[in-house]
């Protein structure tokens, strides 16, 4: 085996180690890593593979195929393989496994890494841990498109007020805006007064709404210590602009159930959830 071989066995056998200094080591002083996703230079290359492993405390390369291309350079071709039992980009972890096919060309000058350019299929780790792919603009004519999560205890009566917050931030802000907005409502879930939240995120802007019981209920937001800690960082140096609000309905419409026989629309509560042809209708989906 060759020495440019040796080195980036070397490469990969760190990795499967789980040694983020000998990673880095293989590397010259200016080396750089690249892949679909990210570009790094540096020491950053040991702190992206430690947040890998936290995503994946058990990931491993299995090297199919290795060969010198000329002019110092490696081409391996690997399979990647893992189970996601942390937070993968802000998001909790499913327990899935990932098997994940790629290459590897890497260059190599005196015996270190210059560079490493690694391709596959960036849409596959997502996809295998059952995460939505969206293709989309940020912006077109008066739209802005983002993205959307809803979290429901289940309740099925009426809101009776809703709070809306909103959040102008730059991209960088927004993964600590998004955890600290999850956080907050995982400790909401547990408030008696509470029925559910939706957060969106479009162009520059967060919007939160949260649903309740009445509107005094609204005042329990103030016992979170997650929520709490977000409103410091607001004051202190987080954001750009914000707003919070609280609306009282002025009227919500009755929940109309589709029956699973007849096909008739009916008013669940006017009902008593039995259609008009004396069929049980299906239960109803919480208002928010």
Request: net charge positive; charged share 25%.
């Given at each position: 085996m060759s020495?440019?071989?040796?080195?980036?066995?070397?490469?990969f056998n760190a990795w499967n180690a789980h040694d983020s200094d000998a990673i880095a080591n293989e590397f010259n002083e200016n080396g750089e890593y690249s892949d679909p996703n990210i570009r790094i230079r540096g020491r950053d290359i040991g702190k992206y593979v430690q947040s890998l492993w936290e995503a994946f405390p058990d990931l491993?390369?299995?090297?199919?195929?290795?060969?010198?291309?000329?002019?110092?350079?490696?081409?391996?071709?690997?399979?990647?393989?893992?189970?996601?039992?942390?937070?993968?980009?802000?998001l909790p972890p499913t327990g899935k496994e990932i098997l994940l096919s790629g290459a590897d060309f890497i260059k190599i000058t005196n015996g270190k890494i210059e560079s490493v350019v690694g391709y596959y299929d960036s849409k596959a780790v997502p996809e295998q841990l059952g995460l939505q792919i969206m293709v989309q603009p940020d912006k077109l004519g008066p739209f802005s498109f983002g993205y959307s999560v809803f979290a429901q205890t289940g309740k099925l009566n009426k809101p009776g007020a809703f709070a809306i917050t909103g959040i102008w931030n730059t991209d960088e802000e927004t993964p600590e805006i998004r955890d600290?907005?999850?956080?907050?409502?995982?400790?909401?879930?547990?408030?008696?007064?509470?029925?559910?939240?939706?957060?969106?995120r479009a162009g520059e802007r967060s919007i939160t709404v949260t649903a309740w019981n009445h509107p005094e209920d609204v005042r329990q937001i103030l016992q979170s210590p997650s929520h709490n800690n977000a409103k410091k960082r607001f004051w202190d140096d987080l954001a750009n602009a914000a707003y919070f609000s609280v609306w009282v309905p002025h009227h919500i419409n009755p929940m109309w159930v589709r029956c699973g026989e007849c096909k008739k629309m009916n008013s669940y509560e006017k009902s008593n959830g039995l259609c008009s042809c004396g069929s049980k209708l299906p239960d109803p989906p919480p208002y928010f």
């Open positions: 020495n440019l071989l040796d080195v980036a066995q070397a490469y491993s390369f299995e090297i199919v195929s290795k060969a010198e291309t000329g002019n110092g350079m490696v081409a391996a071709q690997w399979l990647m393989k893992g189970i996601n039992k942390g937070a993968f980009r802000g600290r907005g999850r956080d907050t409502v995982k400790e909401l879930l547990k408030m008696e007064g509470f029925i559910g939240a939706a957060l969106a």
